[in-house]
């Protein structure tokens, strides 16, 4: 979920600082203190956990993919459509998959694999996350992977991350039925209404999400601007070859290649 | 299409919406439960040292940050992803890095627009699609290899990915969105709204920044609407519903509503 915030280090530093007390009688930290915490977060029970989270998912895909199989047909969608749409959706989230995955690992020193997984890699999205475990940790007088940090702070901070993305959840589960009801009005009384309100819900969220990134940085701006020009080389040179799988796999490489370039110019 | 094929075509789909709402919840709820019952085993049963008035004091500063949001996220992605997909998006989170992309490929594979019938398919699909991908990659590369792939990776790479996942994903995205949609006024809508949010609204209230894409969302929704094109009757705009495929997408680039 994620990403209408600004990102993880504008949200802490904005957050912090007026921390309420100290913790209580957090352990100093120890020699010892990292392992610990490591042990904690790595218990069988955390994995189970993490794993049954994926199981759902895995299940509600499955039982997705077969209620599409069925009504396809008769809205117009063939076999061959559906196929089409899930190995495009499947090839498309390559290049951000394994960005994420570098992304998680660079965190399971702060977290433990289970809990990475089920925050970071599904539900939530490393922004939120980590702002939410860093205002958590704030809330305990220690700050994230610093001093204070040992089993307990990440406890508190996994329990926080855990209850803010179940808000969202909650929300959905909430809304979503009611938002249902009021957009089968709304098609039904004004179907052009419904024909714009995608798009422009759509438009308006990517480029928000994108300016968002350009005062952050140099770098960013620059990533920004790589990104989007290796997109525009692919999908000109997909009309041009007539090549429809260079579509699918355009943001694969643009994410890769801006991430090079971004790599460049943080090293220069 | 006759009336009889429309009939068939409501009827498939409201099925197709209560199975899916109906697994959506099913699943999100457990998902729910489970990404709960980690943490509280952690503080109930282990021996860390964490109080009841702790997890309050966090759990409230977490709310302060991200209360409104929680709201208002499901609230902004809705007419995009369409009741199906919301309950697939939320429970797979990276949503706007990951899924809202790959419905859109999608859809502009298949020539489908959003919002339509077809359109909320592919999207379903295209999900489902990239949540196999994703929790393949993720039980491979961090479940299995995770701390191999630390030790091995150099800092500054790990490092480089983590501060610039998010410019390098929407750049490209951002530009295969205006390119898959192909409304000019929306999009000179979408960016000149952003551009005044970031520039000229944040700095004088910097507050809202946690609400800028909540705010030009629905900026952007309500200018779209009252500065539409009203030459092409309404008709013109949901033919993407009902049209057969064309077999080729990419020979054809006018699409409805032009």
Redesign the interface.
Known sequence: ???????PS??LSA?LPPG?PP?????PPTADGATDLLS?AN?P??WL??L???A??????F???R??R???P?????RT??T??????????????????????????LFG???????I????????EV??AG??T???GATLGGTGYD??V????????????????????L???V??RG?KKLASAN??????????????????????????SG???V??????????GC?LL??AL?A?WL??W??GF??IA??AV??LA??A | MTTE?SQ??D???A???S???R???I??????L??????????A???????GA??W???A???????V????????????LG??A???A?????????????????????N????????D???????????????T???V???LL??W??SI?PA????????????????????????T?R?PR??V???V???L???ALIPVLPGL?????????????????FL?DRRP??EA??E??????PS?P??QPAKE?R
């Open positions: 979920m994620a990403s209408l915030n600004p990102g504008e949200g957050v309420p913790a209580p009688s957090a352990a904690v218990s029970v955390i956990c993490a049954g989270v994926f759902a998912i895995f299940v509600q895909t039982v997705y993919m209620a599409a069925t009504v396809g008769e809205v117009g969608m063939s459509d559906l089409g749409a899930f190995r495009a959706g499947a090839v498309a989230s390559i290049g951000p998959s394994l960005a994420v995955v570098l992304v998680a690992v660079a965190l399971l020193a694999t289970p809990a990475v997984l089920a925050r890699g599904l539900i939530g999205s490393a922004g939120t702002a939410s205002i958590a704030g809330t305990a089993a307990s990440f406890a508190l901070a996994f329990i926080a991350m855990s209850l803010s993305g179940g808000m969202w959840m909650l929300a959905t589960l809304l979503t039925p938002l249902e957009g179907p052009a209404l419904m024909a714009i309100l995608p798009c422009g819900a759509l438009l308006g969220a990517f480029s928000m999400l994108t300016v968002t990134e350009i005062p952050k770098i960013h701006l990533t920004v601007i790589a990104s989007a020009g290796v997109m525009v999908l997909a009309r007539d429809r579509k699918e355009a943001l643009s994410v801006a991430l971004a790599y943080h090293a | 094929t068939r075509a009827a498939g789909m099925a197709f919406v199975t899916t709402s697994w959506g919840r699943t999100m709820t457990t998902a729910l489970l990404s709960l019952a980690g943490p509280v085993h952690l503080v049963f282990t021996g860390v040292e964490v109080g702790q997890i004091i966090a759990f500063a977490v709310a302060a940050t991200f209360g949001i929680w709201v208002l996220e499901p609230l902004t992605y809705y007419p995009i009741p199906a919301m309950y697939q939320f429970m797979i989170g990276n949503i706007s890095n990951k899924l809202l992309p790959a419905a859109i490929v999608a859809q502009d594979s298949v489908a627009a959003p919002g339509t019938r077809r359109g398919l592919a999207a379903v699909m295209a999900i489902c699609g990239a949540a196999v991908v994703h929790l990659s993720l039980l590369f961090v479940g995770g701390n792939l630390l990776l500054e790479l790990i490092e480089v990915a983590r501060l610039y996942i998010l410019p390098a994903v929407l750049g490209a995205v951002l530009v295969q969105c205006v390119a949609m409304r929306p999009t809508i979408a960016v709204a952003a551009l949010i970031q520039f920044a946690m609400y800028a894409t909540a705010l030009c969302v629905a900026t952007t929704m309500a200018l779209s609407w539409r009757p309404g705009l949901q993407g519903d009902t049209d057969p495929v080729d990419h020979t509503g």
